[in-house]
């Protein structure tokens, strides 16, 4: 059976979605085609029951140089206006509101350079493990413009204000090791070992309660411009939902039994 996919690979292991961006020759830029079909992949995986957890990774030695303004180059060669807000709103913000809405964990394997809007796609994902190779620049102002794909809403919020401003005035970028110590990225694994050990993870994370972990990162996601009142309200309506759960009943079950849980997701 084809691939209904020409710029990215999706395969299921053990209730992971892996989802590969395939264009290794042009560093995986994000064309249209591979927007569209990252939007197609997601939704997908949000809609199986099977799925449980999604990885986003590229193949070769970049996880995303960012979007791929050859498909403009055309037009910039002519001098003509090219409106770029359009072009985001209609396949890039739709993308990373995909991911943040999602009620699965979302894990990037950044196995190389993230840059531009790839960082973006990088930072919308409920974490990031990163081989020694990756690095992550933050590089718009190199091109006179400003970050975009949600990097303005989530760098400040993962480095703080100084360091953010710091890598967007100067598209500087940093490696694996800044971003852990920064808190960007949550390990750091040899290159050998990282595709491995990046996966083996995401599995135990799709063992565990997805609907809960769900609940728990729609609660987290309101809470980034709610006020404590309305925080704590929130969390007490999710956790409402989250006790009638098939999965909490066998948690308390396993605690009492003294036993590893069995979750289903349910």
Do not use: W
């Not at 949000?46 to 070769?60: A, K, L, Q």
């Not at 808190?183 to 309660?209: C, D, M, T």
């Amino acid at each position: 059976m084809s691939s209904p996919y020409d710029t990215i690979i999706y395969e299921k292991q053990e209730g992971v979605a892996i989802i590969r961006m395939n264009r290794p020759e042009k560093l995986n830029a994000l064309s249209q085609q591979m927007l569209e079909e990252l939007a197609t992949a997601l939704s997908s995986a949000e809609s199986d029951p099977e799925v449980r957890c999604v990885v986003i990774t590229g193949v070769g030695r970049a996880f995303s140089a960012g979007a791929d303004l050859s498909e403009l180059q055309a037009r910039y060669e002519k001098q003509e206006p090219v409106n770029l807000g359009q072009h985001l709103r209609r396949y890039f913000n739709p993308l990373i509101l995909r991911i943040r809405r999602m009620e699965k964990p979302v894990i990037a394997l950044v196995n190389g350079v993230a840059a531009g809007a790839g960082l973006g796609l990088a930072l919308a994902c409920d974490l990031r493990i990163a081989s020694e190779d990756a690095k992550f620049v933050e590089a718009f102002t190199k091109v006179g413009l400003i970050p975009d794909s949600g990097c303005t809403y989530f760098l400040p919020r993962l480095l703080g204000l100084d360091k953010a401003m710091e890598l967007v005035m100067t598209g500087d970028g940093i490696d694996a090791a800044e971003a852990h110590r920064l808190g960007l990225v949550s390990q750091v694994l040899p290159r050998q070992e990282f595709e491995a050990q990046g996966l083996q993870f995401a599995k135990q994370v799709a063992r565990g309660p997805t609907r809960s972990i769900g609940y728990a990162k729609r609660a987290i996601n309101r809470a980034l411009t709610s006020s404590l009142e309305d925080a704590l309200e929130y969390e007490a309506y999710m956790q409402e939902l989250a006790g009638r759960t098939s999965d909490h009943l066998e948690g308390v079950r396993a605690f009492t039994e003294k036993r590893q849980p069995q979750f289903t997701g349910r």
